[in-house]
T-cell receptor
Framework: NAGVTQTPKFQVLKTGQSMTLQCAQD?????MYWYRQDPGMGLRLIYY???????DKGEVPNGYNVSRLNKREFSLRLESAAPSQTSVYFC?????????????FGSGTRLTVV | RKEVEQDPGPFNVPEGATVAFNCTYS??????FFWYRQDCRKEPKLLMS???SGNEDGRFTAQLNRASQYISLLIRDSKLSDSATYLC????????????FGKGTMLLVSP
């Protein structure tokens, strides 16, 4: 019953470094999402993938890129990390669009950029 | 008016109490509504959908008031384990980016 698995759980980066956050789901869901959660800001959508082979920008895409590698995996890349990207990152998936079934979230990645 | 608004709390209640939270939304065309629960330093988890006619799941009751544009969550007989932050979710349309999370209401249940 893995659901949505995110790696790593914690990461500290120096400004300017790059990294990729990994996400995989085993529920055969079509749609996948990346959110960031900051104190006082709530959850904000970075990118989403409605189905395998498609990706689209969300509310706060600047500084990020994504890859939908296959139906199971959706990665988030920070090319040149900035302190403003310090946040908790959540990957989520849903069977279809968000209106139908809600989301299943991964356990999150706590990223600190110094 | 913000798209989705919640009282951040915290709501401090004793075990066994009944507590209710509201979540207001600004777009009258909003179509779907959910409540999520998020424990400290954990991921959000779907608690329940909110249907037009209202719905109940054990001690939890969710209601929608379209005229006044708010949804509510009622928790009866509060347990210590109900302590968490409750997030409302409002979906404006069918597009994937039309979903908005509220910032959450914190509930603290004490012995």
């Amino acid at each position: 019953n893995a659901g949505v698995t995110q790696t790593p759980k914690f990461q500290v980066l120096k400004t300017g470094q790059s990294m990729t956050l990994q996400c995989a789901q085993d529920m055969n869901h079509n749609s996948m999402y990346w959110y960031r959660q900051d104190p006082g800001m709530g959850l904000r959508l970075i990118y989403y993938s409605a189905s395998e082979g498609t990706t689209d920008k969300g509310e706060v895409p600047n500084g990020y890129n994504v890859s939908r590698l296959n139906k199971r995996e959706f990665s988030l890349r920070l090319e040149s990390a900035a302190p403003s990207q310090t946040s908790v990152y959540f990957c989520a998936s849903s069977e279809a669009g968000p209106a139908n079934y809600g989301y299943t979230f991964g356990s999150g990645t706590r990223l600190t950029v110094v | 008016r913000k798209e989705v608004e919640q009282d951040p709390g915290p709501f401090n209640v004793p075990e066994g109490a009944t507590v209710a939270f509201n979540c207001t939304y600004s777009n009258s065309a909003s179509q779907s509504f959910f409540w999520y629960r998020q424990d400290c330093r954990k991921e959000p988890k779907l608690l329940m959908s909110v249907y037009s006619s209202g719905n109940e799941d054990g001690r939890f009751t969710a209601q929608l008031n379209r005229a006044s544009q708010y949804i509510s969550l009622l928790i009866r007989d509060s347990k210590l384990s109900d302590s968490a932050t409750y997030l409302c979710v409002v979906i404006r349309g069918r597009g994937y980016s039309t979903l908005t999370f509220g910032k959450g209401t914190m509930l603290l249940v004490s012995p």
